[in-house]
């Protein structure tokens, strides 16, 4: 990865207006001015392949590797792209420094496949006023999924010529949240969901704090700092006292190749259904968390596509 410690990197305009946001919000705030973009490409008869957790992974290496051959030489240097508009690298993939020691500014998009009439959808999504870049982002999606990527990883599937049978971008409607007082809601895992040195069965309060930093992180992208409004302390003191119901769950465990290491990398995750519960209903910002948490995702490696789950109140 080009570029170095992305704290000291030098700033330019993104990363200005990542660190120093126009407005202050809260979560249910966020949750209403939500800005989101997904672009999906429909692949001729792939759908077995939705199994492999590796699968993810491997396409946001060929999509990286689409927007560096697209970029300029200063932000491959790890330098402010000096083009107007920045390249699409520079605003998707290049580090952006810190939102603060400890928690860099979030990549705002995330990748999924699904299996459809045994077809394989690939979506990308795009957060806050990173859609402007959306344009350049299908382009070189295109390109990788056609050209670049590995789609049999360690698996002994044949795979045909890659078709693509269709191709289409739609603007996601906000975070939906209950009209009703809810005390519980259910947690489908449609991919491995990690926490960092933390087995999440263990510490499951430590879910809705990781969830909240990306959540603050994102709020960046558009344009908002929810930093005045929660209350970390009063969020994790509740955290540790809600109930946590884990169903069905299934250690996973997959590799991807690093090219920093120049060596393979083992990932471990966990699917299944968690149920979270409370005595009394959920606040607002329990709500508004979940919400946005099931369109950005939480835990580790969402990069990688994992932490993706369905969300049901209950």
């Keep these: 990865m ?17 660190d120093e946001p126009s ?15 997904r672009a ?8 077995a392949l939705a199994a492999d957790p590796g699968l993810c992974g491997r396409i946001r290496g060929a999509f990286g590797n689409r927007l560096m ?5 200063a932000a491959l240097a790890g330098e402010p792209c000096p083009w107007s508009p920045s390249c699409a690298f520079e605003a998707l993939w290049r580090k952006q420094g810190r939102l603060r020691p400890g928690l860099d500014h979030a990549s705002p998009w995330v990748i999924a496949t699904d299996p459809r009439n045994g077809h394989l959808d690939v979506s990308l999504s795009l957060f806050g006023f990173a859609v402007d870049w959306m344009p350049a982002a299908i382009e070189a999606m295109t390109a990788a999924l056609q050209q670049d990527v590995d789609w049999r990883g360690r698996t002994s599937l044949f795979i045909p010529r890659i078709e693509i049978l269709s191709r289409h971008v739609r603007a996601s409607e906000e975070p939906t949240l209950p009209e009703a007082p809810v005390c519980g809601a259910q947690l489908t895992l449609l ?19 990781g969830l909240l930093a990306r959540v603050e ?16 302390k009063a969020l994790g003191t509740l955290s540790r006292a809600l109930t946590y119901d884990w169903r069905e769950v299934v250690p996973v465990r997959w590799a991807r190749g690093s090219k920093r290491q120049d060596r393979e990398l083992t990932m471990r995750g966990l699917v299944g259904e968690l149920e979270i519960s409370a ?13 946005i948490g099931e369109r950005c995702r939480f835990g580790a490696d969402v990069a990688f596509g994992c932490g993706r789950y369905a969300l049901a109140f209950l």
Aim: net charge negative; hydrophobic share 45%.
């Design 191 to 209: 991919s491995p969901l990690a926490l960092s040195g933390v087995d999440p069965r263990e510490r499951p309060g430590a879910l809705l704090m």
């Design 2 to 18: 080009p570029g170095s410690d992305p704290a000291a990197s030098p700033k330019g305009e993104i990363r200005h207006r990542l």
């Design 69 to 73: 051959a697209g970029a300029s030489q």
């Design 23 to 37: 407005a202050v919000i809260d979560l249910p705030g966020l949750a209403e001015a939500w800005v989101e973009q």
């Design 279 to 291: 005595q009394e209903p959920f606040g607002s910002d329990v709500l508004s968390l979940l919400a």
């Design 40 to 47: 999906t490409w429909r692949l001729a008869g792939l759908a």
């Design 217 to 232: 992180a994102l709020a960046r992208w558009h344009d908002a700092t929810l930093a005045e409004t929660v209350d970390q």
